[in-house]
């Protein structure tokens, strides 16, 4: 039997998610790999819906000339809770900037 939805909303919402962060490349595992210097930010989830979790609002995260933006990582704290793809093109940026993140969805995969 698989996890019903409701179980995954109560998962999702269980998890304290208050900071979001850029990365050149994937985060690794234990989300300081390729961290871009700054380029962090508080970060505010809505509730559950559907099994997943996301921003409330998109989020403005500082980004310095020469940087390359591709993956992003989201902390409780200081303590990591997961990271992915930001796009599926890295964009580098020419000037100082900002990188403007529209969804950090947290998932939770169901049993098969």
């Known amino acids: 039997m698989e996890i019903t939805i409701p179980a995954l909303n109560a998962a999702a919402d269980a998890q304290t998610l208050n900071t979001l962060k850029l990365h050149s490349g994937p985060a690794g595992t234990n989300g300081t790999a390729n961290q871009i210097p ?3 930010v508080a970060a505010t989830y809505a509730a559950a ?3 997943y979790r996301d921003l ?7 980004v ?3 940087d390359t933006v591709s993956h992003f ?3 409780n704290g200081a303590t990591f809770v997961f990271g992915d793809v ?3 093109a890295p964009e580098t940026y020419a000037n100082d900037g900002t990188a403007r993140v ?3 969805r947290l998932t939770f995969a169901k049993g098969e």
């Open 56 to 62: 409330a609002s998109a989020v403005d995260v500082p």
């Open 102 to 104: 529209n969804s950090a």
């Open 49 to 51: 819906s559907n099994g």
């Open 86 to 88: 930001l796009d599926t």
């Open 73 to 75: 990582s989201v902390w």
């Open 38 to 40: 700054g380029a962090s």
């Open 64 to 66: 310095s000339a020469g």
